[in-house]
């Protein structure tokens, strides 16, 4: 019983997350209710299969550590864009494609890793982050082209879940903390129920059981700007749930070495496989669950297990999974606005430590953000390019990651003369430093022997 309690309590913290990307991913693209009814079972399911691909413990895949799964929020903005340009179907065959890639260079990833410092992964998360807040502030008003958009209802129920979800992560801690963003979704939608525009016909409409199918929603197309977008994402999660991967070895007390590095990577590409052929996503580590984790003093394997049993049996669930879809978009907006939000911040907290060491570091940033975020807002402003050219320039995401990746290259990882000067510098202070610290010891102990 007591396992059972502490399984569920995981499967609330990160809940949300769950279900909020199908939400915003489903609504930016168009899906219909059934559609979206069915994208969010089959990514409730697939985040219990993608955790147990990971507690597992064998030569091939799986980390073997208690750690949950589910869709990153740093694919969000990369999937609603390549949805609206290139249709749903782009989606998954870029999702399946930069899984096999990932499976693939799993055992080489360790050496890839020194080109995704925290000065290039924070400015990517970052970029994403900032790129999602227009989608989160649409939904506000109700969504893009809605006949009520900017309402006084739509505009009070979205800035009343934000604030909740606010006073909740100020005055609570801990767990309650840990799933504000699901309780402030339940509070607003209890509050569009009583304003009576919440439309329950969806959840009577859906099934009770019903029987998972590959390619439901659409047979995967390839293409190369998706699948290198899907691509640098997965590697950009790969960096996160590295970070994720020693957390909890520290927490385990349990050595991480390379060879778990790439099970856990193995079981990260495997699950993005799967989840593209069933019409879902790609997946990583939830960061969340660990702080809950730390929070509880649980650290059993079978804890998560229970977890991903649970999540399981929802995704077979479409009663369930309808229940998510009458969420208005208003508030399902103001919950995003605080999410997003968090990913911009997730950023900059990565960007923190490394931004105030060198100017160079702040030119990295400012250029690759500058970029990223302008040719977002600007999106014709290389259309005289060729068009394989384009392929690279015609996404902020990737240019601003592009650029990032190179002015790193450039400032920290090419020699220069500058930084050998510095260098040769500091080594000098710190010599002068040691002569006279030992010169002083001499002194005094000449001074006391004298005595």
Same mark, same amino acid.
């Given at each position: ?13 990160m ?29 409730? !399911?697939?985040? +219990?299969?993608?955790?147990? !691909? ?16 589910g ?21 998954? /065959? ?23 410092p ?14 999602l ?11 893009? /082209? ?9 505009i ?13 992560? *100020? ?11 699901l ?12 304003? +009576? ?20 929603l ?26 994720v ?29 799967? +989840? ?12 969340q ?5 730390q ?6 394997? *079978? ?37 997003? +939000?968090?990913?911009?911040?997730q ?10 060491k ?40 990737? !240019? ?52």
């Amino acid at each position: 019983m007591k396992t059972t309690l502490l399984g569920f309590q995981h499967l609330l913290a990160m809940y949300a997350g769950a279900v909020l990307v199908p939400l915003i991913v489903g609504n930016a693209i168009g899906l219909t209710p059934t559609q979206l009814t069915y994208l969010v079972s089959i990514d409730i !399911l697939m985040c +219990g299969i993608a955790t147990l !691909l990971q507690i597992s413990r064998n030569k091939y895949f799986g980390v073997g550590l208690p750690v949950v799964l589910g869709c990153t929020f740093t694919a969000v903005g990369p999937m609603i864009l390549i949805g609206n340009d290139y249709g749903i179907s782009a989606i998954y /065959g870029a999702v399946i494609a930069s899984g096999v890639i990932i499976f693939f260079i799993s055992r080489f990833f360790g050496s890839l890793v020194k080109f995704f410092p925290p000065i290039v992964t924070g400015s990517v998360v970052t970029i994403i982050g900032i790129t999602l807040i227009p989608v989160a502030i649409n939904n506000m008003g109700g969504g893009q /082209g809605a006949e009520d958009f900017g309402s006084m209802t739509n505009i009070l129920l979205s800035f009343g879940t934000l604030l909740f979800i606010v006073l909740l992560f *100020r005055f609570t801690s801990g767990f309650m903390q840990s799933i504000a963003i699901l309780l402030g979704l339940v509070v607003g939608t209890i509050a569009a129920i009583f304003l +009576g525009i919440v439309d329950f016909s969806n959840v009577q409409d859906a099934s009770y059981v019903h029987m998972v199918m590959p390619f439901y929603l659409a047979t995967p197309t390839f293409h190369l700007l998706p699948i290198a977008i899907m691509t640098l994402v997965a590697m950009v999660s790969l960096v996160e749930s590295t970070g994720v991967y020693f957390a909890l070895g520290d927490i385990c007390e349990k050595e991480i070495d390379q060879k778990m590095l790439e099970s856990g990577y193995r079981a990260e590409g495997l699950a993005s496989i799967i +989840g593209g052929i069933f019409n879902a996503f790609p997946y990583t580590t939830f960061s969340q669950n660990v702080g809950l984790m730390q929070l509880s003093g649980v650290k059993s394997r *079978r804890v998560i297990l229970v977890t991903a049993i649970m999540l399981i049996s929802l995704g077979f669930l479409p009663k369930v999974a309808a229940l998510a879809t009458i969420v208005p978009a208003a508030v399902l907006g103001g919950a995003m606005v605080a999410m997003f +939000g968090m990913v911009v911040s997730q950023g900059i907290k990565m960007l923190s430590p490394v931004i105030s060491k060198t100017q160079d570091n702040a030119m990295i940033v400012a250029c690759s953000i500058g970029i990223g975020l302008g040719v977002s807002v600007v999106p014709d402003l290389f259309k005289e390019l060729p068009e394989s050219v384009q392929i690279l320039t015609s996404n902020g995401i990737v !240019l601003g990651s592009i650029t990032a990746i190179f002015l790193n290259i450039i400032f920290n990882m090419l020699p220069s003369k500058k930084k050998q000067a510095v260098e040769q510098a500091r080594q000098a202070e710190s010599t002068s430093r040691s002569i006279k610290e030992g010169s002083s010891s001499v002194l005094v102990s000449a001074t006391a022997n004298h005595k």
